[in-house]
T-cell receptor, first 116, second 116 residues
């Protein structure tokens, strides 16, 4: 398996623009997680899905952020409108079984977002 | 809410020597899981080792081992025979055994430098 795939790897945009980050989890995995990593706040969980259903979005910072998982093999994280403080590395991770918290989370390579 | 604290922002070790990274956590739960992740400069998050709270035996994975002290809520990572490739940021993470909890809580990370 290719692992978790994220695109783009780097994104530079201007304030006010819409940004869409994409994630393809590992085939067969039931859980998907979106994280944000910054120097100031460390690694934060934004939202996670089990079987394509959003379970906990309490980490989503504002209404400007939205995430979807239309099917088991694809998820998006959208920021509209983007702001400079959204600049961060965004990670997507997936894990095999919803019912087992011991499961390893497999992380993608991340998307480095810069909002000018 | 659970918290994870890594009190050492930076550590350094001489190649072939042993280093211990500290992690403490706060929880009211009795059943949970603990993880150490490695993030090299490539940004890819990689699971190093994991521990089940109900197991008294400390987990080991080759040169990596943990010292799990449940009463003290401490979960340190020991790296033996350090190699240049061990240089990375290391994150300690907590995950509830409650299958409805799902999400992990991460510490702020410790940057490990390995000196040749």
């Amino acid at each position: 398996d290719a692992g978790v795939i994220q695109s783009p790897r780097h994104e530079v945009t201007e304030m006010g623009q819409e940004v869409t980050l994409r994630c393809k989890p590992i085939s067969g995995h039931n859980s998907l997680f979106w994280y944000r990593q910054t120097m100031m706040r460390g690694l934060e969980l934004l939202i996670y899905f089990n079987n394509n259903v959003p379970i906990d979005d309490s980490g989503m910072p504002e209404d400007r952020f939205s995430a979807k998982m239309p099917n088991a093999s694809f998820s998006t994280l959208k920021i509209q409108p983007s702001e400079p403080r959204d600049s961060a590395v965004y990670f997507c991770a997936s894990s095999p079984r919803t019912s087992d918290p011991y499961n390893e989370q497999f992380f993608g390579p991340g998307t480095r977002l810069t909002v000018l | 809410a659970q918290t994870v604290t890594q009190s050492q922002p930076e550590m350094s070790v001489q190649e072939a020597e042993t280093v211990t990274l500290s992690c403490t956590y706060d929880t009211s739960e009795s059943d949970y899981y603990l993880f150490w992740y490695k993030q090299p400069p490539s940004r890819q998050m990689i699971l190093v080792i994991r521990q089940e709270a109900y197991k008294q035996q400390n987990a080991t994975e080759n040169r990596f081992s943990v010292n799990f002290q449940k009463a003290a809520k401490s979960f340190s990572l020991k790296i033996s025979d350090s190699q240049l490739g061990d240089a990375a940021m290391y994150f300690c993470a907590y995950r509830s055994a409650n299958t409805n909890a799902g999400k992990s809580t991460f510490g702020d990370g410790t940057t490990l430098t390995v000196k040749p």
